[in-house]
């Protein structure tokens, strides 16, 4: 079993910077790939990032490259989304998940129903 848990989410205004962060607990050892989505009211949840814990090949949606990070420390068992020149359109609840089997990652990063392990999310809210 993996409990993951989230943090660090919180306001800010448009231009700003935040990081979450997600704890990792349990079976850790098992996990070989991470992610970050997000979700905002009235609409699906969404691949934001992706990892490949094995060897740290990163994976981002379209709408994010260039402004956040994702990256990990694998001592602490921790994943973290650094996320710089945040827009209105970034408010959304967040979440990290992970996921033991991770064929074809590079192809399959962002498809959420892969994902063995969620957290409860943390929301992250831009204003203009």
């Known amino acids: 079993q993996v409990q993951l848990v989230e943090s660090g989410g919180g306001s800010v205004q448009a231009g700003g910077s935040l990081r979450l962060s997600c704890a990792g607990f349990?079976?850790?050892?098992?996990?070989?790939?991470m992610g970050w989505f997000r979700q905002a009211p009235g609409k699906e949840r969404e691949g934001v990032a992706g990892?490949?814990?094995?060897?740290?090949?990163?994976y981002y949606a379209d709408s994010v490259k260039g402004r956040f990070t994702i990256s990990q420390d694998n001592a602490k068992n921790t994943l973290y989304l650094q996320m710089s020149s945040l827009k209105p359109e970034d408010t959304a609840m967040y979440y990290c998940?992970?996921?033991?089997?991770?064929?074809?990652?590079?192809?399959?990063?962002?498809?959420?129903?892969?994902?063995?392990?969620w957290g409860q999310g943390t929301q992250v809210t831009v204003s203009s």
């Open positions: 990892i490949y814990t094995d060897d740290g090949s990163t």
């Open positions: 998940a992970a996921r033991f089997a991770c064929a074809s990652y590079s192809a399959s990063w962002s498809a959420k129903y892969l994902y063995n392990y």
């Open positions: 349990g079976y850790t050892y098992s996990i070989h790939c």
